[in-house]
């Protein structure tokens, strides 16, 4: 006991307790660390992601059936959804109507030359011998617009054979219009999201070292499971301004974090999850 309150009588004579001297030793140890740490890299958290892969519908029109919900897992050529051929019809009724009316007016005008230009009394008298005939001109007129009404029809036609829309990509389904819903053309009528990650990003702070981060910078993940996640990556580019992080990402208080993204190299055969949280160090070209 004498001992003891000796030692309080030391520490009261300085001003600390053995556990501030604890707290004091270990903040200057991580300190020391953490300054050795960021002179060879610069660590942040990252998310690995994967490109949406969104499926448009090549005509407007509207859901009639839909054969996948969010969530599920396709592979290509699986039946996403398939649109109605309403609209389609409706155009190539009116294409059908237009060519025959076309082809009625071509058969009387060739057979109103043939009066105006009396073939009908013989084939080779010509009201105007002295002037060509407008058989020839007035037959190619009225073919050339047939024709272009056909092709025309000939592309409805094809795109009412693309109204199955299917899968292109292997991977969850992220998104997928309702039954009854209408599509515009070209607007995306289900979106499909990689399993695996195709990059990493990062947000950096505009202040970092830009010699870090730079195109071709080397990349390490920290803690990454598996052999293949070990390799190093390298940045592939990075972006030219501010912007808002993921939702993963978030400080320690749960506010979104802004910074400059950072595109980083999924090393090869490394498996991460889309939308995974990683640690990444950037390494300084001078380290090895």
């Known amino acids: 006991m004498k001992f003891i309150r000796s030692t309080d009588r ?15 030793s270990l903040s200057v140890f991580l300190l020391v660390n953490l300054v050795s740490v960021s002179n060879s890299v610069i660590r942040v958290e990252a998310v690995a992601i994967g490109e949406i892969v969104h499926h448009p519908a090549l005509v407007a029109s509207f859901a009639t059936d839909v054969f996948v919900k969010q969530g599920d897992r396709v592979a290509i050529g699986t039946p996403l959804v398939e649109l109605s051929p309403h609209f389609i019809d409706q155009k190539i009724g009116r294409l059908d109507a237009q060519m025959e009316q076309l082809i009625n007016e ?14 009908w009394v013989a084939p080779g008298l010509r009201l105007r011998p002295n002037r060509p005939s407008l058989e020839n001109p007035t037959s190619d007129f009225y073919a050339k617009q047939i024709e272009s009404l056909r092709t025309r029809r000939d592309m409805l036609l094809s795109d009412r054979d693309s109204l199955l829309i299917k899968s292109n990509f292997d991977g969850i389904v992220k998104e997928v219009t309702r039954v009854g819903s209408s599509v515009a053309e070209g607007d995306s009528v289900a979106s499909i999201m990689p399993e695996f990650a195709q990059e990493i990003v990062a947000f950096v702070a505009p202040t970092t070292d830009p010699e870090a981060i730079a195109t071709g910078a080397l990349v390490r993940i920290v803690g990454a499971t598996g052999p293949e996640c070990s390799n190093i990556g390298m940045v592939r580019r990075r972006g030219a301004a501010v912007t808002e992080a993921p939702a993963q990402l978030r400080n320690f208080l749960g506010s979104k974090i802004h910074g400059m993204p950072i595109h980083v190299s999924v090393p090869s055969s490394c498996l991460l999850g889309n939308g995974q949280i990683v640690t990444l160090d950037f390494i300084k070209s001078s380290v090895s």
């Not at 071509?106 to 073939?119: D, N, P, T, Y």
């Open 10 to 24: 030391i520490f009261d004579s300085v001003g600390v307790r053995p556990l501030g001297i604890c707290v004091f």
């Open 106 to 119: 071509s058969k009387l005008a060739q057979a109103q030359l043939l009066v105006k230009e009396e073939r």
